[in-house]
């Protein structure tokens, strides 16, 4: 799929932005709809259930992952105090499976695998 297309589900248009031919598909559209919006995705990545699905997959599809790192914040979440962006994780861990943009197609996009 060519750099930001947009595809429509159930009437919202959601954004998809191809990068070395993967498409990684908006998580800021897609919860755009809801009444909490963007913020969901905040609390979805602070989710102990959701990092250890993160991180499983990029342990299959990410060589350069930072397993001992992602051990350190699974460890941490489900604490209360636990505070995590998806900025933060993928500096963390060298995550390749979500991206942060800036600008005019900007937002918070996940490979299609973690998007679904």
């Known amino acids: 799929m060519p750099k930001n297309q947009k595809i429509t589900v159930k009437g919202s248009e959601i954004s998809v932005f191809a990068q070395n031919e993967i498409d990684f ?21 602070t989710n102990k259930n959701t990092l250890e699905y993160l991180g ?3 342990k299959i599809n990410n060589p350069n992952f930072n397993y001992p790192e992602f051990g350190v914040i ?15 994780w993928i500096t963390r861990t060298q995550a390749k499976g979500m991206i942060v943009k800036a600008g005019r197609y900007g937002g918070t996009y ?7």
Request: zero cysteines.
């Open 110 to 116: 996940a490979h299609k695998d973690i998007a679904f």
């Open 74 to 88: 699974e460890q941490d979440a489900g604490v209360n105090r636990f505070i995590m962006s998806v900025g933060q």
């Open 25 to 45: 598909i908006s998580l800021t559209d897609k919860s755009g709809g809801f009444k909490e919006g963007s913020s969901l995705i905040g609390k979805w990545i």
């Open 56 to 58: 499983t997959w990029e």
